[in-house]
């Protein structure tokens, strides 16, 4: 079940890098993200209805979810949209890929985990992998005061998503599923993005366009919906250090999309990057004590 979860989390997320960029345009980000997340968050409550599960959360968990809502669902996607503007979508998924040290750092500093070297260790060679994968969308932009704006977006969008993961690691401990706390951050995020986005006057309009209509029912229902439930339940089984290590590979999929529509052209250091990445992500998993298994290291650790 952990590889499923971290599979899929990985395929997911992957592409959903370039739907966003075809969300750029024609609808104000804002008002994109709270479409995006009032969406998701009605069909979640709709599953949770359908399952006879409980949909009203309880009193301790609101100062969570309102963090997390803010933080998850609101600061780290208005970031990225943002940074998409200047950006590549396969460069923003770089950046993105430096949530497992985020991770680890912010749960020693808030939660008290140790942090595992080997797990770090794994993180920083993937990352080594990552900055060769972007060698091709790196040259050119260094001295573009748009491309390093998206970047400083893209690295404060991180650090906001590494906030909301240990929020969510922090309810699933309380006994909180990821189901009925993504359904209410989702909510919270949605509603406070749409009422800044209503206080400036953006227009809340719905474009007969395909590639926008498309591109918003992928992120909504699996980019949001499957995406988040996955990657929160594998944060649950297996920690928010390892659980974030699947970031790292977003960009090979990503820049793997952007191979098609984006123009990205594979070198032979972005081979050798690729190289890295997978060492670094075997690294990352094995157990840190003999296992019979990957599965039986992972849940030891978790």
Known sequence: MNLFLYLLTVLIWGTTWIAITFQLGPVPAPVSIAYRFWLASALLMLILLARRQPLWPPRRAWPYLLAQGFGLFCCNFLCFYYASRWVPSGLVAVIFSTAPIWNALNGRLFLG????????????????????????????????????????????????????????????????????????????GATIVGSMALLLGMPFTLPADGRYLGSLLYLVIAGSVIGFTAYLLLLGRIGPDRAAYATVLFPVVALTVSTFLEGYVWTTPAFAGLALVIIGNVLAFLPGRPASSLQAGVKTCA
């Not at 906001?160 to 909510?187: D, E, H, I, K, V």
């Open 113 to 188: 985990r140790a942090i595992r070297g080997q797990v770090v260790a794994g993180a920083l060679l993937g990352l080594g992998g990552i900055a060769l994968l972007s060698l091709p969308q790196m040259r050119g932009h260094w001295h573009d005061g748009g491309m390093l704006l998206g970047l400083g977006l893209a690295l404060l969008g991180t650090l906001c998503f590494s906030s909301g993961s240990l929020l969510s690691s922090r309810m699933q401990a309380l006994g909180l599923a990821p189901g009925l706390t993504n359904a209410w951050a989702m909510l919270i």
